[in-house]
C-alpha cells in the first residue's frame, strides 16, 4: 500500500504515459566529505554501478562553464545527479527520467530531516553506528523508487530498531549561538541533540518544547556603506519532545502585517508573505496574530515568511581599493555592529577577490585586535578575514597591501570585489518578529513542560561594492 506523500507537495503522474516515465528514483546515497559512501540503495536495479565515484569525480574537479561548486542537477551519460549537503554529508538521488528537479531535491532535504529526528545527531558517526536504522528509514521512504511518505509520525509505526544515542560531550563546542534562554533560565543546543523516539536514561519521558527563529538576511552595500537592496528570509523552525500531542498556542507581534493591505502603523512589523505548516490552525490568526497546533514528532518549519520592507542590518561594510604604485594596491575594509553591546555575532568571515594578477599581500590589522585571522588564497586569489566574535557597537578595520606581478592596465575596480561576510547573531532578529508566548492547552501541575525559545540572525547574502 502506497502512503501520501507528507506536507504540501506530491507526485505528478498525470502527464506520465508509462509506468516508467512515471518512477522517480533509481538510486538514494550519502556521502562523506571524503567521498566515502556511507549509505547507499539501489532502488530499481537500472543504474550502473560505480555511479557514487562518478558523482563524486564530477562534484570534487568541477570544471565547467564556470569556476565555483557544482549545481544540484546535473547530467553525466544520461543519468541524471541530484545532490543537497546538510551538515557536510551529501545526499544524492539518481534517475534516468524528466523528473520535477525541485521535487527531487525537497525530498532529499526531507530525508535528511527524517533520519536526523530519528538519530538525534547528523553527522558521519551517527550514521556509522545507526546505519541498520537509517536503512530501514530509507526503505519505508522509497519502496521501488516510488516515495511512500516522509512523516517522522506516520514512520513511527513502520520503524522498529531503536537508535544508538551519540554522546554529545563528544561532539565540537556549538557555540553560543546554540544557547536556547526561558528567562534566566539556559540550556545548551545540545539539548535538542536527540532522538524523538528514544527517552531519556531510566525511561523517563522528556517533557520539552523547543523553537527557533532563524532569519537569513541578504544585503547589498554601495562603496560608502549606503544600502542598495535588503531581504530577510526567515522560518519559525519547532520541535517537540511533549507527551499525549497537546495542543499549543504560539502568539507573534500584535502589530504584525502582511502585505501593504494590512497595515498596522507605524513600527510595525510588515511582511511580504508568509506560508504556514500544514499542520497550524489560522481560526484566531487575523484576529489576534495566534497560531495554534498540534505539533508532529520531528523538527517542521512553522511559518516561512519573507520581508523586503527596509530593516537596519546588524553590520555596516564600507571598502575601498587605491592603486599606491605601478605594482601596489591598498584594500581598506571597516565592519561596524549596529547593533546592542549586550550581543556578539560569532563566526564572521569577510572574503574579497583580488586582481588575478595578485602575487602577495600585507596584512595591518587594528592595534589590539584578537582573535582576528587573514588570510591570501592564492589559488582563487581571494582575500579572508575572520573574527571570532564581534561585540555591539564596536568597529574594526583591516588594511591589505597588495603587491602585482605586472604593471595595472585599466580600471582595478573591475579586477577587485565585491566584499562579501558570513556571520552568524545568537538571540537577535532583524525583522523584530517576535513569539510573544508559546502556551500549551490544558497543562497542569502534573504536566508542566519547559518551552525554549532562540533567535538567530545568519547572513544569506551580505555584499559590499567597491
Known sequence: MMLPISGPWKLETEKAETEEEANMIL????????????????????????????????????????????????????????????????????TRVNVSPSLVLELLQRIA???KDYLGVLNEDSFRKNFVLVYELLDEVIDFGYVQTTSTEVLKSYIFNEPIVIDAARMPPLGPASIFMQG???????AITKSVVANEPGGRKRDEIFVDVIEKISVTFNSSGFILTSEIDGTIQMKSYLSGNPEIRLALNE?????????????????????????????????????????PDGEFPVMNYRMTQPFKPPFRITALIEETGSLKAEVTIKVRAEFNSSTNANTILVQMPLPSFTARVNFELEPGAVGHTTDFKETNKRLEWGLKKAVGGSEHTLRAKLTFSQELHGNIMKEAGPVSMTFTIPMYNASRLQVKYLQIAKKSKAHNPYRWVRYVTEANSYVARL
Open 255 to 295: 502589530d504584525l502585517s502582511i502585505g501593504t493591505s494590512d497595515y498596522r502603523g507605524s513600527g510595525a512589523v510588515i511582511l511580504d508573505d508568509c506560508n504556514f505548516h500544514e499542520s497550524v490552525h489560522l481560526d484566531s490568526f487575523d484576529l489576534d496574530r495566534t497560531l495554534s497546533l498540534v505539533p
Open 113 to 115: 530531516r527524517v533520519i
Open 184 to 190: 534566566t533560565k539556559r540550556m545548551p543546543g545540545t
Open 27 to 94: 538510486q538514494l546515497f550519502v556521502l562523506s566529505q571524503r567521498g566515502d559512501n556511507i549509505v547507499y540503495r539501489d532502488y530499481r536495479g537500472e543504474a550502473q554501478k560505480g555511479s557514487a565515484e562518478t558523482f563524486f569525480r564530477k562534484v570534487k574537479f568541477w570544471k565547467e562553464d564556470a569556476e565555483g561548486d557544482a549545481p544540484p542537477v546535473f547530467n553525466i551519460d544520461g543519468v541524471n545527479y541530484f545532490h543537497v549537503k546538510v551538515a557536510g554529508l551529501l545526499f544524492v538521488a539518481t
